[in-house]
């Protein structure tokens, strides 16, 4: 068997990755780049890698150590930064003078009641009166989407809200219920251009949906900011 590296190429053709001589072979030397005279290394010298600075020590001995970086386990809302100079259409959860519907399943009650009471407190913070609010209770989460397109269709409310429960079980029941639940409600707002939050908590155990009654809240100020957003749309296009 040959002992020799791989081939030279020919002169004047540049050589495939896997085709570079070797250390020790001819012309490895000539493929380094050239060493500043002042940071030129001997070659029996083993260069010695710069020490870290003082305030990169704890995040590099905590990679010795094998620990993975900190990620945020939730959802976070945040703000644009949108530069000047640029039309913005951007709404804000406002109620004055809007009346808003809320679909709210039976199923899971303990929770869906917080989600309620989460929702119809944010909206009289925001100022929509009780006399502007329609609530339609609705058997379970799968009744949602319909109860939604209803509401939409009705075109007497600026915005909907669908609230309700799902927490995993045993069997794939949950997979089917929730996104069945998600892609209904989505789809009563692309068909009838009216606002239409999720307010679905869908979870693993009872204890994280506790945790996250305040979902109601944030689903009335999204359905809210929306409905404002078009408003001023409209008011740009009409203009």
Known sequence: MSTQGPPTPD????????????????????????????NEV???????????????????AAAELGAEPE?????AGGELSIPAGYRTIEGFPTGGGR????????????ITNGLLE?????????????DEITIMPVPGAF?????????????RYSCVVALGCVIK??????????????SGVLLAGLETGVPVAFGVLTVDTIEQAQA????????????????????????????
């Open 143 to 155: 009744e949602l989407p319909l109860a939604a397109m209803a509401l939409s269709k009705s075109r």
């Open 118 to 130: 989460s929702a119809l407190s944010e909206l009289g913070r925001l100022g929509v009166g009780g």
């Open 212 to 239: 996250r009654l305040g979902k109601g809240a944030e689903a009335v100020s999204s359905a809210l900011e929306m409905a404002d957003a078009f408003g001023r749309l409209r008011v740009v296009a009409g203009g």
């Open 71 to 75: 990620y945020p386990s939730e959802h």
């Open 169 to 182: 079980g045993e069997t794939p029941h949950f997979e089917y219920v929730a996104g069945e639940a998600a």
């Open 42 to 60: 001997p070659e029996n010298e083993v260069p010695q890698e710069p020490a870290p600075e003082a305030d990169a020590a704890p995040a590099v």
């Open 99 to 110: 009346s808003v519907a809320i679909a709210v399943s039976r199923f899971n009650s303990e």
């Open 11 to 38: 002169q004047g053709q540049p050589a495939p990755f896997d085709q570079n001589p070797w250390p020790g072979q001819p012309g490895f030397g000539s493929l380094r780049p050239p060493l500043d005279p002042e």
